[in-house]
Nanobody
């Protein structure tokens, strides 16, 4: 099992920035990929960004089209922490943001929720217009 704790959410005006953090503990050596997902009220949870954690994957990053160019995912393997830098935020970015860890590549699509085994409790991001 891997335990995940998100932080850094809050209220920001449109055009502003936030930096989310996700600290992992437990069997962190077993993690292949880390992802960020979000869920707005009345909507399904959707993929935001992901990063390959294992060294041989070279830290490749992936983004949804809606955040590409505005959000940046990064990792600090020494701290077992993944970050999501969010710039030029829009009201439609308002959601609960969840961190997730994949301990095996069960499905090929890194943006597929089913790939992920462990989830954090979420952190609220609210963007006002």
């Amino acid at each position: 099992q891997v335990q995940l704790v998100e932080s850094g959410g809050g209220l920001v005006q449109a055009g502003g920035s936030l930096n989310l953090s996700c600290a992992a503990s437990g069997r962190t050596f077993s993690i292949y990929d880390m992802g960020w997902f979000r869920q707005a009220p009345g909507k399904e949870r959707e993929f935001v960004a992901a990063i390959a954690v294992i060294i041989r994957s070279g830290g490749m990053t992936y983004y949804s089209d809606s955040v590409k160019g505005r959000f940046t995912i990064s990792r600090d393997n020494g701290k077992n922490t993944v970050y999501l830098q969010m710039n030029n935020l829009k009201p439609e970015d308002t959601a609960v943001y969840y961190c997730a860890a994949a301990r095996a590549r069960k499905v090929p699509d890194i943006g597929d929720l089913r790939r992920y085994d462990d989830w954090g409790q979420g952190t609220q991001v609210t963007v006002s217009s």
